[in-house]
């Protein structure tokens, strides 16, 4: 093998470590909890939690919209049959903020891990279709959930922003 070939291959093994530390960490982490570290475990859960709703949204949200269309247009105090569509629409994009909120509250994983919280109680875990566990839109955990999320986006902007403009500059202000 050219030494090339070997730098590569070791360079592969690397990667394919590191990849398992982090899947090994994330699993240890979504079980029961280290006692020197208990938050983990709820913070574990709500990684996967908000990545299920994530990843299974856009098939989640139309049949989550329809089959609560029909339940406001059933029933003695349903409403009529023709604004099934409007209905539709409505829940459509209410589900799906509330995916979005699940989506962005991924990128405060960092904070959750400190913070040790546990998974939004928005939509029962693990269910197809996701049924509501607690409130909707105008909730205390939907509340929360949108306060973390906008905690990690700003996090994460200004992790970039400080690793990509700031450092930098003032490397090149000392160097120069």
């Known amino acids: 093998m050219t030494r090339g070939g070997e730098a590569r291959a070791v360079d592969r093994r690397n990667r394919r470590g590191r990849a398992t530390a982090v899947v090994l960490a994330l699993l240890t982490s ?76 991924l990128t405060a994983a960092p904070i959750h891990l400190v913070a040790g919280n546990r998974p939004p109680r928005i939509y029962r875990p693990w269910s197809l279709p996701m049924e509501r566990d607690r409130d909707g839109v105008l909730g205390h955990e939907a509340g929360e959930l949108a306060l973390y999320g906008v905690a990690g986006v700003g996090g994460a902007a200004i992790a970039w922003w400080f690793g990509t403009s700031y450092v930098p500059h003032v490397f090149r202000w000392f160097v120069q």
């Open 30 to 105: 979504a079980g029961a909890g280290c006692s020197a570290f208990p938050g983990a475990a709820d913070a574990g859960r709500r990684l996967l939690a908000d990545g299920f709703v994530s990843l299974t949204a856009p098939l989640q949200v139309p049949a989550m919209a329809a089959r609560d269309a029909w339940a406001a247009c059933a029933g003695e105090e349903g409403s009529s049959k023709a604004l099934l569509p409007a209905w539709f629409v409505a829940f459509a994009f209410e589900h799906a903020g509330l995916c979005a909120l699940h989506l962005v509250d």
